[in-house]
């Protein structure tokens, strides 16, 4: 098992030419109810990780079940939002538990922020050349 992968940009709106490449990324997301494969943009902007409303229902979560809620900022602040802890995978690498803001948005990406993605993996972008690369976290060995 490497412990880097490499994934493309992805062209999201071809109208722009290559300012429109974003750096997209297969994830795997999994409940206790279902697994699916998805696509999320990796911003590094983003404080949080943002679940959209469809995926969560798509995912087996209840709204009213989730009790501990958010406020987010932004162009999402005008929505509510709950925390869920989800199962993901990246690439070839062993499941990571990510916190995600689950917002009632549905015009919105799956992002992965600050909190906590970008706490558990290592990302290095090469946006000249279209790819990111990404790995995990260095465990600390006692």
Not at 31 to 42: F, P
Not at 46 to 75: D, F, K, R, S
Not at 76 to 95: D, T
Not at 106 to 126: A, K, S, T
Request: glycine share 6%.
């Amino acid at each position: 098992m490497s412990n880097v992968e490499q994934f493309p940009f992805v062209n999201a709106d071809t109208t722009l030419g290559e300012a429109g490449f974003r750096p997209y990324m297969p994830i795997n997301l999994a409940s206790q109810k279902c697994s699916i494969t998805t696509s999320a943009l990796l911003d590094t902007g983003a404080t949080v990780n943002v679940l959209p409303y469809p995926i969560g229902i798509e995912l087996g979560y209840v709204w009213e079940h989730q009790t501990t809620t958010l406020n987010l900022t932004g162009n999402l602040a005008q929505y509510e939002a709950r925390v869920v802890v989800i199962q993901a995978i990246v690439g070839q690498f062993e499941s990571a538990q990510l916190v995600f803001a689950w917002t009632q948005a549905v015009q919105v990406p799956l992002i992965l922020g600050q909190v906590n993605f970008f706490m558990e993996f290592d990302v290095c972008f090469y946006r000249s050349q279209l790819y990111f690369a990404v790995s995990p976290k260095k465990k600390n060995i006692k």
